[in-house]
């Protein structure tokens, strides 16, 4: 599932490169979590929310970093209902603001974002790997 949502946002996957952090995050629930979607006893989907602080955000925030729905399940209301989940997680982890990324073309998630309440805060998002020499 992660490959299909990275591949869909247009993020290279790399494998090796990914299972050692997605490892240590589920070794270390300091860190955060990551949630499987479940319809029945079918995978649906799954959601991975990172802790982070930041004063602009009034403290402990959660970084919905990773949120997808497989397409069979899609227009069911899972991914409300994910969304909604992670909130109630976050705040039961004493977050005071969930954070999303997403990319601009993927306007479905955009749009499930905004009727959740969600809102582009009109800042930026850059990142340089610390990896990279």
Known sequence: MMRALWEHEGIPFDERLVVPPLRELLAA???GRVWLALVGDAVAGYAIGTWGFSTEQGGRFLLLDELFVLP???GRGIGRAALAFVEKAARAGGGRAV???VAEEN??????YREAGYVDPRRLFLARSLTES
């Open 99 to 101: 954070r999303i990324e």
């Open 107 to 112: 306007d479905g998630a955009r749009r499930l």
């Open 72 to 74: 069979p399940f899609r």
């Open 29 to 31: 629930p300091a860190l």
